[in-house]
C-alpha cells in the first residue's frame, strides 16, 4: 500500500505544453507539499496545503497551479512548460503543518521539457 | 574523505566503517531537524529527527548530534552497510506565522553522496 503516490512517474512534454501531474496520499495527513529537486539534487519547497488551503507559496511562476480537491489530494498543473521546467518534482505529506514531524514523500514525477 | 564544490559532496567509505554526514543549517531560529536518505530513482525516506531543544537522539544504527552554538548538524552511522549507498539530505524546519495561521517550512541542505565499498 503506497502511502504517497504520484502519477505519472515520467513525463516528457513539448516546451509550450500544458500538464497535470496528480497526487494522492492515505495517510489521513491534513498537511501537503510540492517540492522540486533540480538536476543538482537539491530540493526546493513550491507550494503547501493544510486541509485544502494553500499556506506557502514560494516564489514559484504563476504557470505553477496547485489545486487540491480533497484532503487527500493535491494535483500540480503547470502551463506554457519551458525548459527550465525539466525537473523532478515530488509530492509529500506530513500529520503536522507546523512542520514538526516527518514528511511522507512520493516517488516523484521526472519531468522533461524537449 | 569528503570534497566540497560545484559537485555535491561526497563520502566514500568500507563496508563496517563508522560514516558521519555533516550539514550546516541556516537559521538559528529553527526548531526541527531532519535527516533523509534518498537512492537513486526514490523519494526522500526519513531517517531520523531531532528537536531543537535536545543535542543528540539515537536510532537503530544511526546518532543525530545538533549544535545550535555553530548551527551545525550531523548524521553518525554505524557499521555502514552497501544498503545505505545513498543521497543524504538534513533539512531544518523554521516556524512561521502569516496572518492567524502557524506554519512550518522544510528547508532542505546541499545533500551528501554516501559510497559504502564492499
Known amino acids: 500500500d503506497t502511502a504517497v503516490s504520484q502519477t505519472p512517474k515520467y513525463l516528457v512534454t513539448q516546451m509550450g505544453n500544458d500538464k497535470s501531474i496528480k497526487c494522492e496520499q492515505n495517510?489521513?495527513?491534513?498537511?501537503m507539499y510540492w517540492y522540486k529537486q533540480d538536476s543538482k539534487k537539491f530540493l526546493k519547497i513550491m507550494f503547501s496545503?493544510?486541509?485544502?488551503?494553500?499556506?506557502i507559496n514560494e516564489t514559484v511562476p504563476n504557470r505553477f497551479s496547485p489545486k487540491s480537491p480533497d484532503k487527500a489530494h493535491l494535483n500540480l498543473h503547470i502551463n506554457s512548460l519551458e525548459l527550465g521546467d525539466s525537473a523532478v518534482y515530488f509530492c509529500?505529506?506530513?500529520?503536522?503543518?507546523?512542520?514538526?514531524?516527518?514528511?511522507?514523500f512520493g516517488q516523484g514525477t521526472r519531468l522533461t521539457v524537449v | 574523505g569528503e570534497s566540497v564544490g560545484l559537485h555535491l559532496p561526497t563520502l566514500s567509505v568500507q563496508e563496517g566503517d563508522n560514516s558521519i554526514i555533516n550539514c550546516a543549517y541556516s537559521?538559528?531560529?529553527?526548531?526541527?531537524f531532519i535527516w533523509y536518505k534518498q537512492e537513486s530513482g526514490k523519494g526522500p525516506q526519513f531517517i531520523i529527527d531531532?528537536?531543537?531543544?535536545?543535542d543528540k537522539r539515537q536510532g537503530q544504527r544511526v546518532t543525530v548530534l545538533l549544535n545550535k552554538t555553530v548551527k551545525h548538524l550531523s548524521l553518525q552511522i554505524a557499521a555502514t552497510q552497501p544498503g545505505d549507498s545513498a543521497v543524504y539530505f538534513c533539512?531544518?524546519?523554521?516556524?512561521?506565522?502569516?496572518?492567524?495561521?502557524?506554519?512550518?517550512?522544510?528547508?532542505f541542505g546541499q545533500g551528501t553522496i554516501l559510497t559504502v565499498h564492499p
Open positions: 509529500a505529506s506530513s500529520q503536522d503543518p507546523q512542520g514538526r514531524a516527518e514528511a511522507f
Open positions: 495517510l489521513g495527513h491534513d498537511t
Open positions: 496545503y493544510n486541509n485544502k488551503e494553500l499556506i
Open positions: 537559521n538559528s531560529a529553527s526548531d526541527y
Open positions: 531531532i528537536r531543537s531543544n535536545m
Open positions: 533539512a531544518e524546519n523554521l516556524g512561521q506565522r502569516s496572518g492567524g495561521t502557524s506554519y512550518g517550512k522544510l528547508t
